[in-house]
C-alpha cells in the first residue's frame, strides 16, 4: 500500500506559468514533509520541506502548502522555467527517519 | 568534493552472479540508506543504517545483504541477481534524529541481463 499518493504523473507548463504538484497521505504520525527533485542521471536533492504545524512555506519561487486536516500538500512552482524541468518527488517521514515517497511527477517546462 | 558517493555508476552482469555497490559520504552524518528506484521512478527504502546499526529492513529479499564497517561507508551486496533487480540504487545519508534532511548519491545503474 503506497503511503503517499502523488499526482499528476507528468505535466507540461508553459515557461512563467504556474507548476502545481499534489500529495496525499493517510498518516497522521507523519510529521515532515519534503519534496526532492531529480534530474535525468542524478540523485533526489531536497528542494523545500514544510512541518505539520505551518499551513505554507515558500522559498524563493517554491512553495509548499500544507492542508493537515485534509492530509494534503502541495509543491507550487511560480514563473515556472525550463530549467526547472526534472522529476519531483513529495515525501513523508516519521520515526527514525523512515521516508515515503511519491511516485513522482515528470514536469517539462515548454521555452 | 562529492558528498555522498557510490561507486560504480552502471553495472551490467548476468543473471545468477552476486555484486557489491559501495556508498561512501563525507558529511559526518550518523545514517546512511538505500533506496532502490524502478523503470517507473518508483523511490524505494530497502535498508537504514544509524552508526553501523541496522534500523529499518524493509521487506527486501535475503539475497540482498548491507554492510556498514564505519559509519562513513554503506556497501550494498546483493547475490544470485535476478532480472527484477535491475534497477537504480540510490544511497543516501542523513544527520539523523527525527525527519531530517536526505542527501543522495548519483545512483547506480543495475542491469541483469
Known amino acids: 500500500q503506497q503511503q503517499v499518493k502523488q499526482s499528476p504523473q507528468s505535466l507540461i507548463v508553459q515557461k512563467g506559468g504556474i507548476s502545481i504538484i499534489n500529495c496525499a497521505y493517510e498518516n497522521t504520525a507523519f510529521d515532515y514533509f519534503p519534496w526532492y527533485q531529480q534530474f535525468p542521471g542524478k540523485g533526489p536533492a531536497l528542494l523545500i520541506a514544510?512541518?505539520?504545524?505551518?499551513s505554507e512555506k515558500k522559498e524563493g519561487r517554491f512553495t509548499i502548502s500544507f492542508n493537515k486536516s485534509a492530509k494534503q500538500f502541495s509543491l507550487h512552482i511560480m514563473d515556472s522555467q525550463p530549467g526547472d524541468s526534472a522529476t519531483y518527488f513529495c515525501?513523508?517521514?516519521?520515526?527514525?527517519?523512515?521516508?515515503?515517497f511519491g511516485s513522482g511527477t515528470k514536469l517539462n517546462v515548454k521555452p | 568534493d562529492t558528498a555522498v558517493s557510490q561507486t560504480p555508476k552502471y553495472l551490467v552482469t548476468q543473471m545468477g552472479n552476486d555484486k557489491s555497490i559501495k556508498c561512501e559520504q563525507n558529511?559526518?552524518?550518523?545514517?546512511m540508506y538505500w533506496y532502490k528506484q524502478d523503470s517507473k521512478k518508483f523511490l524505494k527504502i530497502m535498508f537504514s543504517?544509524?552508526?553501523?546499526?541496522?534500523?529499518i529492513n524493509e521487506t527486501v529479499p535475503n539475497r540482498f545483504s548491507p554492510k556498514s564497517p564505519d559509519k562513513a561507508h554503506l556497501n550494498l551486496h546483493i547475490n544470485s541477481l535476478e532480472l527484477g533487480d535491475s534497477a537504480v540504487y540510490f544511497c543516501?545519508?542523513?544527520?539523523?534524529?527525527?525527519?531530517?534532511?536526505?542527501?543522495f548519491g548519483p545512483g547506480t545503474r543495475l542491469t541483469v541481463l
Open positions: 558529511l559526518g552524518h550518523d545514517t
Open positions: 543504517y544509524n552508526n553501523k546499526e541496522l534500523i
Open positions: 515525501a513523508a517521514s516519521y520515526n527514525f527517519n523512515k521516508f515515503y
Open positions: 514544510i512541518r505539520p504545524d505551518v
Open positions: 543516501a545519508s542523513s544527520q539523523g534524529g527525527r525527519s531530517d534532511t536526505q542527501y
